[in-house]
């Protein structure tokens, strides 16, 4: 099978506009797919409202206790079936899934080691059997990015992290691609300039760009993970603007591929 990941980020999610424009893109794409969503500029703002202030490290959050109760029932519950439900309005056969589902994503807690991230799951493994079962009956999957560790407890797991691995977990039988979704234009030199596009990145430049500080923050976990999805068989990663999926999913110019050998990039 051919199959599409993609992954959509928060800044859409938060979006109602953004979010039914993107809607209507990923129902147009070809193909058997998957969609990974994010939520945490949401959860963010019902934790904030309920008295619960977001902790952020280097892109990550910190997940205690009742910051786990805000995003499992943001991601899990309000935004997944809300995507859920707009995708069936678009004939798009979706269901929505955590990682317990199903048993389909085990992770474990991830250990202490300069950081606690908390109640944080690093993905294990995945029913790779019963997720192609899944597709092969012309089902969406739509993941939110809460796991289990099969001992009771839901872990919050970074969902570009859950993207990577679904795709990695497929690309063994299939061939796979892999896209993250978000509100800006790609890799930027500047990030405040759409001008700056780096068109195309390889380990070595993304190395020397988090070096120089210019990558940084948020981009750093979703950069790692398309680098360790090519690794593990992904046949193609890209980043982008969310309405520029077809454009990519074409082969057509926009956003920034990810790509492990090297080029000149002038």
């Known amino acids: 099978m051919n199959i599409s990941i993609v992954k959509i980020g928060g800044?859409?999610?938060?979006?109602?506009?953004?979010?039914?424009?993107?809607?209507?893109?990923?129902?147009?794409?070809?193909?058997k797919k998957i969609l990974v969503h994010g939520g945490g500029v949401m959860a963010s703002k019902i934790g904030e409202s309920m008295g619960i202030q977001a902790n952020m490290v280097d892109g990550r959050r910190i997940t205690d206790e009742p910051t786990l109760d805000i995003v499992t029932m943001v991601y899990a519950g309000l935004i997944n079936k809300k995507i859920v439900a707009k995708l069936q309005r678009l004939e798009q056969n979706a269901m929505g899934f955590t990682g317990a589902d199903g048993n389909l994503i085990r992770s474990a807690k991830r250990p202490v080691a300069k950081i606690d991230y908390g109640f944080v799951g690093d993905v294990k493994e995945i029913d790779t059997e019963l997720l192609e079962g899944i597709i092969s009956q012309g089902i969406i999957p739509v993941f939110s990015p809460i796991t289990h560790d099969r001992k009771g407890n839901l872990l919050n797991t970074n969902a570009d992290t859950i993207a990577s691995e679904l795709a990695t977990s497929l690309a063994h039988k299939h061939t796979v691609k892999l896209y993250f979704c978000f509100n800006k234009a790609g890799v930027l030199i500047d990030e405040n300039n759409e001008d700056s596009l780096v068109p195309k990145i390889n380990e070595d430049i993304y190395d020397e760009l988090k070096r120089d500080n210019v990558i940084h923050s948020g981009m750093i976990p979703k950069l790692d993970n398309a680098f360790s999805a090519l690794q593990r068989g992904v046949s193609n990663v890209w980043i982008g603007k969310a309405e520029n999926l077809i454009l990519a999913s074409k082969g057509m110019k926009s956003g920034t591929n990810i790509e492990r050998h090297r080029y000149d990039l002038y």
């Not at 953004?18 to 070809?30: N, T, V, Y």
Request: hydrophobic letters at 50%; charged letters at 35%; a negative charge.
């Open 11 to 31: 800044n859409v999610i938060d979006n109602p506009e953004k979010l039914e424009d993107f809607l209507l893109l990923f129902a147009r794409l070809e193909g």
